[in-house]
């Protein structure tokens, strides 16, 4: 404070400067909030639904190779890791079990 009372220019700047920075802090929360909410929404509204024709894809398991088939249309999508899984030589066979599905 100066000798009038007042806050000198320096100080006054100074919690102009920290009023910024709170409502800076409080803007990022509130779009990292609506990012979460909007990819929680999107998760909801898209689980396990077909990405190419939106229909409910049915998860079918065999010989551990976890797989989710569209019924519908005939789309086969597998997770992260599963088709290094179907790689392996002792999941041989998987795949051509999986297209006689579709016969
Ligand atoms: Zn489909």
């Given at each position: 404070m100066s000798e009038s009372g007042k806050p000198t220019q320096s100080e006054e700047e100074y919690f102009v400067r920290e009023d910024a920075e709170k409502?800076?802090?409080?803007?990022?929360?509130?779009?990292k909030e609506t990012q979460t909410n909007e990819q929680q929404r999107l998760r909801d509204l898209h689980w396990m639904r077909c990405p190419k024709c939106g229909m409910q894809m049915q998860e079918v398991k065999l010989r551990g190779v976890d797989v989710d088939v569209c019924f519908a249309c005939n789309g086969v999508f597998l997770d992260k890791g599963e088709l290094e899984h179907l790689q392996k030589p002792e999941h041989k066979g998987v795949m051509s079990a999986i297209l006689n599905w579709f016969k």
């Open positions: 409502k800076r802090k409080i803007a990022l929360q509130l779009k």
